[in-house]
C-alpha cells in the first residue's frame, strides 16, 4: 500500500506541475493580447496626433488617410481586447484546476504522512515489546537461577 501511496503522490505532483504550465501558457496568452491592445492604443493616439498636426498643414488627403489609419488601429486595438477578454475565462479555469489539482496532492502529502505516522508508532510498539520481554525473561530465568 506504502508503494501505490507513494506512486499516488508523484502522480498527483506531476498533475499539478501540468496545471501550473498549463495556467502559466494561458495567462501569456492574456498578457499578448492586452499588451498588444496597450501598443495598438497609444499607436491610435500618435497616429491621430500627427493627423491632427497635418490638419495644420491643410493637407486634406493625409489628414484624412492619417484618421483612418487612427481609426484602423483603433478597431484591431479593440479586437485584441476581445481575444482577451475572450481568454480570460479560460485562464481563470486554469487556475481553478490548478488549485483543485494542488489540493489532490496535499491530501495525498496527508495520507502518506498519517500512514508513516503509523508506521513509526507500530515500530515503537513493536521495540517497546521486544525490551518488555527481554527484561522479563531476564526477570524470569534470574528467579528460576534463584530457586
Keep these: ?61 493625409e489628414w484624412r488617410m492619417g484618421l483612418s489609419d487612427a481609426d484602423l ?19 481563470e479555469a486554469a487556475r481553478e484546476e490548478l488549485l483543485d489539482r494542488r489540493r489532490e496532492r496535499r491530501q495525498v502529502e496527508l495520507l502518506v504522512e498519517q500512514v508513516r505516522r503509523a508506521e513509526a508508532e507500530d515500530e515503537s510498539r513493536r521495540e517497546q515489546k521486544q525490551a518488555d520481554e527481554w527484561f522479563q525473561s531476564r526477570v524470569f530465568r534470574r528467579e528460576r537461577s534463584a530457586e
Excluded: C, H, N, W
Design 73 to 91: 488601429e483603433e478597431r484591431r486595438r479593440d479586437e485584441l481586447a476581445a481575444a482577451a477578454r475572450a481568454a480570460a475565462p479560460a485562464v
Design 1 to 61: 500500500m506504502k508503494r501505490s501511496l507513494f506512486r499516488l503522490q508523484r502522480i498527483r505532483a506531476l498533475q499539478e506541475e501540468l496545471a501550473q504550465l498549463e495556467l502559466e501558457t494561458k495567462a501569456g496568452v492574456l498578457r499578448q493580447y492586452e499588451e498588444a491592445a496597450e501598443r495598438r492604443a497609444r499607436l491610435s493616439l500618435t497616429v491621430r496626433a500627427a493627423a491632427l498636426k497635418r490638419l495644420e498643414g491643410a493637407d486634406t488627403a
